[in-house]
């Protein structure tokens, strides 16, 4: 009679379902083996979608649209909210201005969702999604940071984007550069406001059955 293969013996891809830098130097940080396959992505929010609805459902999109057989890929979506309003990217430096003067002197919201599909052969079941090209179980979370700007003068708000920095993200700044120099305080995961909430990271892992650090180049190294 055949025997039963049983589960894989090999371990399943890390793929980074992103383009964002910001997003790959966190996991390099933790000298995570992985590879970059940025999705392509209708980003467009749904009528009456929530900012924490719509971050969720992007992440989960991006991740089961890139996962192969043998692979598990991490995908996350970043808004940036105020008065109610979503922030993405600014399609230019005016609006990157026009959103920076909105910020100072005042406090937003971030929102992070993050979701982690498991397309490793076997691992399939109750759980799996219909509309993957493979099995796949998925795992997500969504994360929410308060962040307080300080007051910005327009000569500052002019420097900045003329440095270039804003244009490619939410909110038209960011925390990990020299935007970290009109950040007043934030009141929450500071990985968030970078685009991708470590501890929410871990948290999907976990449920799906896996140690992040055994997704490490080195997983005998030193912690």
Same mark, same amino acid.
């Given at each position: 009679? #055949?025997?039963?293969?049983?589960?894989?013996?090999?371990?399943?891809?890390?793929?980074? $379902?992103?383009?964002?830098?910001? !997003?790959?130097?966190?996991?390099?940080?933790?000298?995570?083996? /992985?590879?970059? *396959? #940025? #999705?392509?992505?209708?980003?467009?929010?749904?009528?009456?979608?929530?900012?924490?609805?719509?971050?969720?459902?992007?992440?989960?999109? @991006?991740?089961?649209?890139?996962?192969?057989?043998?692979?598990?890929?991490?995908?996350?979506?970043?808004?940036?909210?105020?008065?109610?309003?979503?922030?993405? @990217?600014?399609?230019?430096?005016?609006?990157?201005?026009?959103?920076?003067?909105?910020?100072?002197?005042?406090?937003?919201?971030?929102?992070?969702? +993050?979701?982690?599909?498991?397309?490793?052969?076997?691992?399939?079941?109750?759980?799996?999604?219909?509309?993957? &090209?493979?099995?796949? &179980?998925?795992?997500? !979370?969504?994360?929410?940071?308060?962040? !307080?700007? &300080?007051?910005?003068?327009?000569? =500052?708000?002019?420097?900045?984007?003329?440095?270039?920095? #804003?244009?490619? @993200?939410?909110?038209?700044?960011?925390?990990?550069?020299?935007?970290?120099?009109?950040? =007043?305080?934030?009141?929450?995961?500071?990985?968030?406001?970078?685009?991708?909430?470590?501890?929410? +990271?871990?948290?999907?892992? &976990? =449920?799906?059955?896996? =140690?992040? $650090?055994? /997704?490490? *180049?080195?997983?005998?190294?030193?912690?």
């Amino acid at each position: 009679m #055949p025997q039963n293969p049983g589960p894989p013996s090999l371990h399943p891809r890390l793929v980074l $379902a992103s383009a964002s830098p910001r !997003r790959s130097a966190l996991l390099a940080d933790l000298d995570l083996d /992985f590879t970059i *396959r #940025p #999705p392509q992505t209708d980003e467009t929010p749904l009528p009456y979608e929530s900012p924490a609805d719509l971050v969720a459902r992007l992440a989960r999109e @991006k991740a089961q649209a890139r996962v192969g057989a043998g692979e598990i890929v991490l995908a996350a979506d970043t808004v940036v909210v105020i008065d109610n309003e979503i922030l993405g @990217k600014p399609a230019d430096a005016t609006e990157a201005r026009s959103m920076l003067a909105r910020l100072s002197g005042r406090d937003h919201e971030v929102y992070t969702g +993050v979701a982690l599909a498991d397309g490793s052969s076997g691992r399939g079941g109750s759980g799996a999604s219909s509309g993957s &090209r493979v099995p796949t &179980r998925l795992a997500s !979370r969504v994360e929410r940071t308060q962040v !307080r700007i &300080r007051e910005m003068s327009a000569a =500052e708000i002019a420097a900045y984007v003329a440095g270039g920095e #804003p244009m490619d @993200k939410a909110g038209a700044y960011a925390i990990q550069g020299w935007g970290a120099l009109f950040v =007043e305080a934030i009141a929450g995961n500071y990985t968030n406001v970078v685009g991708l909430p470590m501890p929410a +990271v871990e948290a999907c892992f &976990r =449920e799906l059955g896996f =140690e992040l $650090a055994s /997704f490490r *180049r080195n997983p005998s190294g030193p912690g």
